[in-house]
C-alpha cells in the first residue's frame, strides 16, 4: 500500500469509528424512543378500551335488581348476535335489545351473556377475533349508532 494513503487512512479511522459509533446511538435511541411510545400509545389505547366485557370474570353484578331470567338475557344475547353476524346489520333488532334495559345490571348481564363470539367475515371459520359485545358493536355500528350505543350505556353507568 502507498505509505501516502495507508498514513490517511490511520487519520481517518477514529473519525470512521466515532462516526459509526454515533450512528449506532443514534439508531438505538430511535429505536428506544419509538418502542418506548409504542408501549405507552399501546397502554393508553388498552386503557381507553377498557369495557366490562373485558373481563367477564370480573363481572360484579347483582342479581338482585334484574329485569329479566337467566334465559331472557340469553335469548337476547342470541338476538344480538343473529343482528350482526354475516352481511349487513339489524340496527332495528340491537337498539330495541340494548334499550330495553333497565338498568347496569341488566346491561352486564346481557354483556355476560353475549360472552365472547369469533367476529369475523366469515364467522365460525379460523378468521376474525374473538370480540365481547363492545368489540362486536364496535365493528357492526356506524360512527352515529355508536354514539347512540355510548347514551345507552352511559345512561346504565357502563363504559362503551
Ligand atoms: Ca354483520
Known sequence: MNPLIAAAAVQAAPGIMEKSFSIMKLVFLT???VGGGYFIYKK???NTKETPGNNLSKLQISKTGLSFSDSEYGIMAQSL???MDGPGTDEE???AIIQSMRNRDDLLMLIKAFGIRRYGVVT???F???LNLVGWF???LGSKD???VREIFNALNVPF
Do not use: M, P
Request: glycine share 8%; charged share 25%.
Open 81 to 83: 348476535y343473529l343482528a
Open 138 to 140: 364496535n365493528e357492526e
Open 31 to 33: 429505536a428506544v424512543t
Open 44 to 46: 393508553i389505547k388498552g
Open 146 to 148: 355508536k354514539i347512540r
Open 128 to 130: 376474525g377475533s374473538d
Open 93 to 95: 333488532t340491537i337498539f
Open 124 to 126: 365460525s371459520l379460523w
